[in-house]
């Protein structure tokens, strides 16, 4: 089972930045190559929604409309680590921040929740105005 540990959450002023990582273990047998990687965030009282998802080489990258332009993801595979670079960060974006991964070497980009076999524990991104 992928086991999936998100850092770098706190607490921000309106207009200013934060990096995520979300670091990948377990599942020894299993190349990270394999994992298609999602960033989605769900705030007090909303559903969880997708954020930025990248796929297993990193060549191709999605984000939802929301955090277009101001927030980037990109990944290491040699250290089974997803980041999201969050700028530009508003008050609108505080919520819990959760990583997931999709396995299988077919696996692609998708920004369904549900289609994601792993999830982190969360990181809190919380901005003040």
């Known amino acids: 089972q992928v086991q999936l540990v998100e850092s770098g959450g706190g607490l921000v002023q309106a207009g200013g930045s934060l990096r995520l990582s979300c670091a990948a273990s377990?599942?020894?047998?299993?190349?990270?190559?394999?994992?298609?990687m999602g960033w989605f965030r769900q705030a007090p009282g909303k559903e969880r929604e997708f954020v930025a998802g990248?796929?297993?080489?990193?060549?191709?990258?999605d984000y939802g409309d929301s955090v277009k332009g101001r927030f980037t993801i990109s990944r290491d595979n040699a250290k089974k680590t997803v980041y999201l670079q969050m700028n530009s960060l508003k008050p609108e974006d505080t919520a819990v921040y959760y990583c997931?991964?999709?396995?299988?070497?077919?696996?692609?980009?998708?920004?369904?929740?549900?289609?994601?076999?792993?999830w982190g524990q969360g990181t809190q991104v919380t901005v003040s105005s």
């Open positions: 997931a991964a999709r396995v299988g070497w077919n696996a692609v980009l998708t920004t369904s929740e549900y289609e994601y076999d792993g």
């Open positions: 377990g599942r020894t047998f299993t190349s990270y190559v394999m994992y298609v």
């Open positions: 990248i796929s297993r080489s990193g060549g191709s990258t």
